[in-house]
């Protein structure tokens, strides 16, 4: 009964606590590679003595995620949570009014979000375990009064699980010499994860910047002279749909069709009510779909959103998904474009609206903006096809020019 607890028998190298002096370890991990497990086991072993009520190296703990749902769904009740991880006779009890673990020796941990970083402004605690630091909302503030509130003890520790993005305070806190860094990749963890999820992710997004950033649990970096960078990226971000007067769906169609096929770009885009600017809706592309598929599917968006207009791009097969949209729906208002320059000429003034902070992005369009990411005024540095990037540049000409031929080259021909 005592091994399934004994995590210094199943631990991954990228798991295990790094030797030395250090002030925070970052465990950068692809999904599923393991960082929440990590993260429970380490708080254990700082608060757990011997025997289960003697006392450990700390006894007040942080525990710090993007929200409260999270640090309590994930770090506590998860399947990789502390209570999972611990044994009976060491088992702490949650105390719901107090949002905190007490373990059997008196040792407590307290729940905390990056939403409310002030809540941290008088507590005080000799370690803490922070998750997901690279997607926190209020990462900096947040980050900052942690540090001041690990005053405990004789030398605090942080211990940081987190899928990688590239914001400024993960840059910074990894360029630290107090900090020291560990690393997994999601197939490392493949023993415990589906099969068939390990199969899917890798075929979809394997070789991709998602992939290397969310599998391979890498730091993207921009590439040299490309359109669009992370951060303007991340500047272009809201939260709510915003309401639009006008809303375009543009579709950029594969050449080829069946098991190996490009996908079909499909992009939903609208100006904003009331404003000068754009807004990035939904990227409902499709991957090895027929193109009556693709047609059924562009006709759902259209009607989802109330777009006033398809925008389809005729250069390689275009006209037959026009004229297939035209055959299931003859009212369905439809413009082909054809475009006569290079795909990274034609973005660049697309990109252009991005710099100047003309364009909002919702949420979930993490696919879009790694092939966003991967484009240069030479051209696409990704592999297969921008499907997904050729649509959105097919939508916002539209909004920003009425398909009539300025903006971006492209000639309408129906």
Known sequence: MALPYMFSFWAMPHQWPPEGEWR?????????????RAGSEWVRAQVEGSRPRDPGTCRRVALVGETFDQVREVMVFGESGILACSPPDRRPVWQATRRCLVWPNGAEAMAFTAQ????????????AWADELAKWKKAQETWDMLQFALRLGAAPRVCVTTTPRTTGLMKRLIEQGSTVLTHGATSVNAANLAA????????????????????????????????????????????EVPECSRIVVAVDPPATSGAKSDLCGIVVAGRIAGSERLAVLQDASLKQASPNQWCEAVLRVRENWGASRIVVETNQGGDMVAGMLRSIDPYAP?????????????????????????????????ELEAQMCLMTACGYE?????????????????????????????????
């Not at 409310?116 to 370690?127: I, K, T, V, Y």
């Not at 002279?225 to 951060?231: E, K, N, S």
């Open 24 to 36: 925070t370890w970052v465990i950068l991990g692809g999904r599923g590679a393991g960082k929440t």
């Open 116 to 127: 409310e970083p002030e809540a941290l402004r008088g507590p005080q605690f000799d370690c």
């Open 382 to 414: 990704g592999q297969g096809s921008p499907d997904r990037l050729d649509a959105l540049v097919w939508a916002l000409h539209a909004l920003t020019s009425g398909g009539r031929g300025s903006g971006p080259s492209l000639r309408a021909v129906g």
């Open 196 to 239: 068939s999820y390990m199969t899917e992710v890798t075929e979809r997004y394997g070789g991709t910047t998602l992939g290397r950033q969310e599998l391979d649990g890498l730091f993207i970096e921009d590439i040299d002279g490309a359109l669009w960078t992370h951060a303007m990226l991340d500047a272009a971000r809201i939260e």
């Open 334 to 366: 439809v413009s082909g474009v054809r475009a006569s320059q290079s795909k990274g000429a034609r973005a660049e003034p697309v990109a252009l609206l991005y710099e100047r902070g003309q364009v909002a992005h919702v949420a979930g369009l993490d």
